[in-house]
């Protein structure tokens, strides 16, 4: 149990370079275009120029150095709305003010672009592009959300969404027998347990995220499957409702070895309902979730 305790402590999540095509560096010009309209240009007073003191929860952009700290940075002024939609974003002016290279500037607003934030056009250059056009299933913005202004209503919306996804996923994975499998979830369950005696709060959590993640990719569904890194994501987030996820005790890790025992007897149904179980957000959470609300 220690050695996989330790292995999920020391673990480090793979993640590629990001770094564009030799070609791709001259998309955003680094000149102003002449005759684009700079009215409504966003103010970076205030705006706090070295990288370094950014804060790194977002996981998708760890371990990227300047370039990563800054799409987190812009990433979060953006959704946050410091920011607003269809506001020019001269990279001049941001490799000014945040002290970067041109080449930093221009692989992180591509990287902004296509998680739908921002739009580079011709003559128009580089702008924020509404919410209905942001990729609101990606990592990223989805901590960015759940720590910004709309904290309240991403962590709704990600419970709304385990809620609907998770049940079923039990469901079907409970015809998948594969001993492989359930014995990875029960070393969770263990795991888990194991961190609730030593109050190793992250332990539990990271193995609670892969208990769950596990649990969907196994499913057998591909769709689910694609849903997988968002309910990670989710788990992560903090301060949202209290479900059983939520809280290291005994109760919760019982409900996990439900979950278990329905898997490994196949009993899609009892599959399913323990997960809603544990999904049921308690009582005493002042907004109850998930609930029907009025249009």
Known sequence: ????????????????????NPGELDRYPYAETPGVDRVGAPSWEGVEPELGRVGRRTAGNRGRGLHGQLVQQLGQMIVSGDLGADRPLV??????????????????????????????????????????????????????????????????????????????????????GREDVQQRLSDMVGLMGHAMGQGDALTFSRADAEFHTLL???????????????????????????????????????????????????DGAAAEVAMRQLLTVHPEVERVVPAPREH
């Open 91 to 176: 990279p001049e002016e941001i490799g000014q003010r945040f002290e970067v290279s041109r080449t930093v500037v221009r692989e992180s607003l591509r990287v902004l672009e296509a998680k739908g934030l921002v739009s580079a056009r011709p003559n128009v250059g580089t702008r924020v592009r509404p919410v209905s056009d942001w990729n609101l299933l990606d990592p990223d913005i989805i901590e960015w959300r759940a720590f910004g202004p709309q904290r309240d209503d991403q962590r709704r919306e990600l419970s709304e969404l385990r809620w609907t996804i998770e049940p079923l996923a039990a469901r079907l994975a409970a015809g998948h």
């Open 216 to 266: 969907i990719q196994v499913a057998g569904n591909r769709m689910l499957d694609h849903l997988s890194g968002i309910v990670s994501a989710a788990l992560h987030v903090s301060g949202g409702p209290v479900t059983g996820c939520d809280r290291p005790n005994d109760v919760s890790i019982a409900q996990h070895g439900r979950i278990v025992d329905a898997l490994a007897t196949g």
């Open 1 to 20: 149990m220690s050695t996989l305790a330790h292995t999920m402590m020391t673990a480090a999540r793979s993640a590629d370079s990001g770094l564009a």
